[in-house]
């Protein structure tokens, strides 16, 4: 990921604390949508239109500071039944790399995407989520040829005798994964923007000057561990009720990242308060949102 603005930084030491807040952070509101979510990454469903935009744009360890060129945006939304995440990407020249390897349940397998190998890093965005709780948490990482990433997080604190066998009081479940709720499957896609001329942009070319992409990210809310006492069970034995979940009014934590290819900054994140260190470890520092109608 390549901007002209940006200047050059040295890479963000990953194991520096993170202090905590006097208070968390205001919550913002994501909105309801009552019309369906075509889920092709290109963001022209009325529930965009209506999302507040989050610009994801400060530099990891300089709190507050904005990159010069805006980066990244992220916008949320909610039905009964998934969490919606859409984002568009900035980017004049996109560098990507797959694993190779499928994840996911049956019906509904996925590709992985590569951080960085040796030296290079790869561009993507991440999302981390949480329904408040501190220590178990999704991580997930998607990229412009639509591969997808997703981890389980547990954070130990130094005093429980599990952080004595892991580093940096974390241990990444790699080979979890977010489940589908019945009939209700996780999805995502990329819409790659066009360039100057007209033809789509390009991913792994270096031979022209691209300008992005925007995607969707659909999680349905089972999968990513909404309260079980928030859906909707039949009383009736042999009786299936279709999995609507009743969020409105809950609050989930969202933190937005996006990773850059070229090294002369490598996050930015949607974070106004974070000072650096594993974001992992920055939780408190998390925006919070309210889920409303």
Not at 18 to 43: C, F, N, Q, S, W
Not at 152 to 167: L, M, T, Y
Not at 213 to 232: D, F, H, S
Request: glycine share 8%; proline share 9%.
């Amino acid at each position: 990921m390549k901007h002209a603005a940006l200047v050059a930084v040295a890479l963000i030491p990953l194991l520096a604390p993170a202090d905590e807040p006097a208070a968390p952070p205001a919550p913002g509101r994501i909105y309801k949508t009552h019309t369906p979510v075509v889920v092709d990454g290109r963001l022209d469903e009325p529930c965009w239109q209506r999302a507040e935009s989050i610009p994801v744009h400060f530099i990891m360890g300089k709190t507050g500071e904005p990159a010069p060129d805006l980066p990244m945006t992220a916008r949320y939304a909610w039905d009964s039944y998934y969490l919606y995440i859409g984002y568009e990407v900035m980017d004049d020249n996109l560098s990507v790399l797959g694993t190779g390897r499928q994840q996911g349940p049956d019906g509904n397998r996925r590709e992985g995407l590569e951080l960085g190998r040796g030296n290079q890093l790869f561009d993507l965005a991440e999302f981390f989520l949480s329904f408040g709780d501190r220590h178990f948490f999704w991580e997930i990482h998607h990229d412009a040829a639509n591969r997808f990433n997703d981890v389980w997080i547990n954070s130990f604190e130094p005093d429980w005798p599990a952080n004595r066998g892991v580093r940096w009081g974390l241990y990444f479940a790699s080979e979890e994964f977010i489940p589908d709720d019945p009939g209700k499957p996780l999805a995502m896609a990329v819409y790659l923007k066009p360039k100057a001329d007209g033809a789509p942009s390009t991913v792994n070319d270096d031979g022209d000057r691209d300008t992005g992409y925007t995607a969707e990210v659909r999680l349905p809310w089972g999968g990513i561990g909404a309260p079980l006492e928030l859906k909707t069970v039949s009383r009736i034995p042999f009786i299936q009720l279709d999995p609507a979940w009743k969020m409105e009014g809950q609050e989930v934590w969202l933190l937005a990242v996006v990773q850059f290819s070229d090294g002369r900054i490598r996050y930015c994140h949607s974070s106004p308060t974070s000072p650096g260190g594993w974001f992992h470890k920055a939780i408190a520092h998390w925006p919070r949102y309210t889920l409303v109608d």
